[in-house]
């Protein structure tokens, strides 16, 4: 690697753990009687949503690749499944179910 793209990795780690840090911190190190601005608590509503799928996005798509796939078409289609079960029930166990059975069922007949 070159030097500079090590300056700017490790500046990027930097930055990014000092945002992380005061973005944590805030919540600690403010007074008691600190109101968050309403617009901050309905955009903080939604970071889990935002999150979750690049958390699970990568492990869907390219884990356990075969040489000649891009992605990994059976894990895509166990996850749609888990989506729409987990959309029509709203259940966790549901959905942890019909997605585990679907990958099963294309591993087992070689998908």
Do not use: H, Q, Y
């Not at 109101?35 to 901050?40: K, T």
């Not at 999150?51 to 895509?76: G, K, M, Q, W, Y």
């Amino acid at each position: 690697m070159m030097l500079a793209n090590d300056w700017t990795t490790l500046l990027t780690i930097v930055a990014a753990s000092a945002v992380t840090l005061l973005a944590r911190a805030s919540f600690i190190m403010l007074p008691a009687n600190t109101e968050v601005p309403s617009w901050l608590t309905r955009a903080l509503k939604f970071v889990a949503a935002a999150v979750l799928p690049t958390l699970i996005l990568p492990d869907v798509l390219f884990r356990e690749l075969a040489p000649d796939e891009s992605i990994n078409v059976a894990r895509l289609i166990a996850a749609t499944v888990a989506a729409l079960v987990a959309w029509r029930t709203r259940s966790i166990f549901a959905t942890l179910g019909a997605g585990m059975l679907t990958l099963w069922c294309l591993k087992w007949i070689a998908f």
